[in-house]
């Protein structure tokens, strides 16, 4: 099978470059000017010569499109996967097979690293906080390099997957005004979007150069939540002293950006959108769920998810480039960076049973002694839905909940899922993470030529601190299951007895001011040393060698919290002993948490990655080159993080994932003809997937606790091609194509025990099969014409092949493809009039899914090919759905 594939992978290949070359026989463009790059290399060169599997997103590239976030743009990359379906941010970005984890957006970035002008975003990647966070693309980016594999083992910071570089313009390349006025209608075509970008730069004195630019806006988003799901902006500035010798960049970034994202859609077998929603309908918690909290020590915190992700971030670099004399350069990369960012929004957004025994346990509504429960409908007061609790000895046992009464909609459409009793509601966390780091990258390269080598010497130096302060939480909250939800509040009242207690406040949330996360501040430091040599043999064969030493170094303390869920129970474990407003009647407030212990975890990594190339000129305009890469990928800062308890401390040392690849490349340049082959094999190994469970008996009832992680790989064969071609002076023809078959193995699935409590907890080794949310077919072609001067007409399909739901092959995502239309009318020489579709038929593509249940919804891996059930609730994030944007134009 594998050689079948091969073997048609090249014969497509093969029919592509002849098909190109009578393509070039007819174009009667010029030669045009080659793409000079500067990632992934010791030294600036031609992108058609450069020995490794890089890739240009030009200024003209980014014109034309209407991006739904800065990692989206790496769509135009061959053989990255993006998905993008969430929003602004955590996006999920890999390549080349290298996708494990990459399902939950909570750490999209792991194997790749995304830079602004050469150096990280941001060093650090954990749960929840990652760099597209704190980076936008605007009229500022000038071109990305997208880099796959291969050298970024030596030219990336623990980034062996890629490196994706976001450069931007300055004064001296790109003088003049440049302002871009953009507005949309989203969705149901009725969502605004709102933006403008401004851009200035030019010179101010002999050998000074400066630029300026930045962009507002509010955006609705795709999905309707009845509120903006993006508003801010940012400004970015640079000033450039280019002297004889040598130059001096002063660059600075504020960033003040709240973002949320789309959360799970209900579907049948995760492939189909359920009636009564859609790939616009949204299930975000609704303002009204607004309310302050108590947080621990004293004192409240307020929440309200419209508030959203609030980003902002600072930095600040220093770029020095000197000449030594000769051939010798060096360059000095330097920045400083505060990024930080407050959490408004919500968390784990489920489909639930009301009688799932864990979400009581949150609520507060487990354990209870015999009793009703009361749920409404927090806007008009209609009682929604009734139960009968404690009608069997324990919380876990079946019939413990009655459900006397269920006028909650929807409910229709949970007939055939795993919930018990059918009674259907989304249950939510409210989320008030803060989040803060201070760092500072520095990276210095030495390069020269001595006799026939090409000489590079270099070393990076980052230092990171990153704090997460969970001081209290909004609490938890139930939902009705609808387009826009609205919040369910929550009564119990004992047998006996005419006075209710209050289980959540009016605006519909339990459980307040029980951090369900530990909080924590730690130091992440990184060393490397770097070298490279490229030795010119003859004037066609080069060989090229790198390697790079990478050290890190951890130090991180959690802070524990105490709180018992017992408190919250009336009549069961103890009396309710009145909370923070000291009334006995009001359970939301009654267990506010203390501050427990806090435990240090220290970890170092150290390690040795390499880089072996072969290049040879055929021809002025063929080009092959074959490298062989071998990286390690250290731990990221969460994976340490999550090491928080003693035991897990004494006994955790996760291993550095590591990572081979070998790659073939021929890049042919001709005229208006370019055309690039990359058949490449790629091997992931020592991958961990976590199992989260939570504890059913115990004294740590209802908290969460994680399995041992197991040694898996994903081997993966492939093929990347890009091609480009003007077949006239009006038309011009791009495509990307990516065929590979990634394969996992040595996987294995956890099933939590009987007894709940850990100890009986079984694994089972998962059979070998397709890598999970890894297609094996990604294609993206486009064109853009010009019927008549000033007018431009431009287009682009792209198809995802089906991909495989999770390591144990349960289902399948379906394969979709999307359709993208645009025109623009340069109405004088400096106004410029732009009309984009996205998704023109509105396709709804399949980007992630998750299990029904709450403790199904954290573990995607639990779900066998044997337990899946095509007519079961599976919800989905849709991909985005159609949008039109208008934009003006002015250059000058």
Known sequence: MRKWFLLSATALACNIAWAGGALAQTATAPQEAKEIIVTGVFAAKAAEKAPISINVVTSKDLAQQVAVSSADLLKNVPGVFVNSALGEIRNVVFSRGISANSLDGAG??????????????????????????????????????????????????????????????????????????????????????????????????????????????????????GYALNKGGQVKANLLYDYEGGSLQLTGKYLNDANTWNEFTPAFGGTRIAPGFSNVTSNLQPVSGSHCYPVVGGGTGCWNPSNLVQNESIALGLNWRQDLGGTFKLDNKLRYTYNRSNWGAGAVLSVVSLQDPIVNILMGTAFLQPGTLNYYNAGSGTLAASMQAGGSPSVFAPGYFNVTANNLPNQGIIANSNLPGNIGAYVGFGNAQKSWSNQISDQLTLTGDVGNHHLA??????????????????GIGLMTMTPQPQMLTVTYTPNGSTTPYLVTSPAGFGGMGQPALTSYNGTQKQYSIFFGDSWKVTDKLTLEAGGRWEAINYDIRNQSWVSSPFALFPMGFGTPVGGIDGNPYTLYDNGVSSAGAVYRTKRDYNYFNYSLAIDYDVTENLATYIRYSNGKKAPDFGGIQSINTPGQIATAFPAPQRIQQVELGIKYARGGLNLQFFPFYSLLQNVNVPAVFNYTSGPQTGQQY???AFQGQIKTFGIEIAAAARVTPSLNLHGNLTLQDPKASNFYNWAQGPKGDGSDDVKTLIPRGDADNNPKIILRGGFDYAPVADVKIFGTVSYLGKRAANAANAFYLPAFTTVDMGASWNITKNIKAQFNVNNLFNQVGIMSWSATGFLASLNRQGLTAAQYNPNAIYPVVPSQARSFVWTVSAKF
């Open 457 to 474: 010497l270099g070393g990076f130096i980052g230092l990171a601190k990153l704090s997460t302060d969970y001081s209290g939480a909004p």
């Open 108 to 225: 999209g970035y792991y194997y790749v690293s995304l830079q602004e002008d050469g150096l990280p975003v941001d060093l650090l990647t954990a749960s929840n906080y990652g760099p597209d966070y704190y980076l936008r693309s605007d009229i500022n980016l000038g071109r990305l390099e997208g880099l796959r594999g291969g050298t970024a083992v030596i030219t990336g910071p623990n980034a062996p997957g890629g490196i994706f570089n976001y450069i931007s313009k300055n004064g001296k390349t790109d003088p003049g005004v440049a302002i871009d006025l953009k507005f949309g209608l989203q969705g149901n075509g009725k969502l605004p979007q709102y933006r403008a970008d401004a851009y200035i730069g030019g010179q101010l004195r002999d050998n000074l150069y400066y630029s300026i630019g930045g962009f507002l806006r509010l955006d609705n988003g795709t999905h309707d939540a």
């Open 706 to 708: 994680v399995e041992p």
